[in-house]
């Protein structure tokens, strides 16, 4: 079921989104070459917490950790461990944090010191993609115009779109109705409307889209080796556009 958040649940996922905005900001500069996922993982929840917010992802659906650290050809869902960044990586951070019931949800992708070309230019277009699906968003629209945006822009700069995989909504709830595909066709699925809240995120790779799934049930890769990227924001449906709920702050 689809809900039209009211102006108090609203101001909460505001404050929600900023709060996972602010622990991006605060794990930055401790993504370097020689910390663990797991170091970053408790980093993380030591801030939310001391913000008053609750690490939604820790025990959902038996899910371990705070984060999902992503790296490399891992698409999503990479479980914190003992692994040592290095120089070259890059790694996809994702949390949800939840403020008095209300969640906000971002994930950005982070190089580790200096990167090749190849992964920068995935970064840089997965970003941009998410920006194409973000403009799409306002009143009367469809789901199926943020899908189709996302998609015409990464596959015209030949990039991999995962379909196995997809953004949606979100309140209460991590995942709510509706789920945003990031592939489609444009003036289908669900209509927009004032109120509603939903996560857009493109996972896109640098070669083909397909993925597989690893034996501890969460950890997603690409099945050639490619790097992949992952850049999602909570997103308000407005009057008459949208407002994006997990800014980045500097």
């Known amino acids: 079921m689809i809900t039209i958040k009211s102006e108090r649940e609203i101001e909460l996922m505001r404050e929600a989104g900023m709060m996972v905005s602010r622990t991006h900001k605060y794990l930055k500069p401790f993504i ?3 910390i663990t996922t797991k170091e970053l993982d408790k ?3 030591e801030y939310i917490r001391s913000m008053g917010g609750v690490p939604t992802c820790k025990g959902y659906e ?3 950790a705070t984060l999902c650290t992503s790296v490399n050809d891992t698409v999503v869902h990479g479980i914190p ?3 040592k960044l290095k120089n ?3 790694i996809t951070i994702d949390m949800v944090i939840g403020y008095k019931g209300y969640q906000g949800d971002a ?3 982070y190089t580790v010191g200096e990167v090749d070309d190849d992964k920068k230019y995935l970064m840089e277009h997965t970003e941009k993609a998410l920006y194409e699906g973000v403009k799409q968003v306002k009143p009367g629209n469809r789901i199926g115009d943020i899908a189709n945006a996302v998609q015409t822009y990464a ?3 030949n990039l991999g779109v995962v379909r196995e995989l997809c953004g949606h909504g ?4 991590m995942h709510e109705d509706p789920e945003v595909p990031n592939y489609g066709i444009k003036g289908v699925g669900t209509k927009l409307k004032e109120g509603m809240v939903i996560c857009i995120e493109p996972m896109l790779t640098f070669g083909r889209r397909f993925v597989y799934q690893l034996e501890d049930g969460w950890t997603v890769k690409t099945q050639d080796g490619s790097p992949a990227a992952h850049y999602e924001h909570t997103i308000l449906v407005t009057k008459d556009g949208c407002e994006i709920l997990t800014p980045r702050v500097d």
């Open 62 to 64: 038996g899910y371990p």
């Open 43 to 45: 980093l993380a929840e």
């Open 32 to 34: 370097k070459a020689g």
């Open 88 to 90: 070259g990586d890059i």
């Open 155 to 157: 596959e015209s700069h």
């Open 107 to 109: 994930a950005w992708t």
């Open 170 to 173: 979100i309140g209460q709830e």
């Open 81 to 83: 461990n003992n692994y």
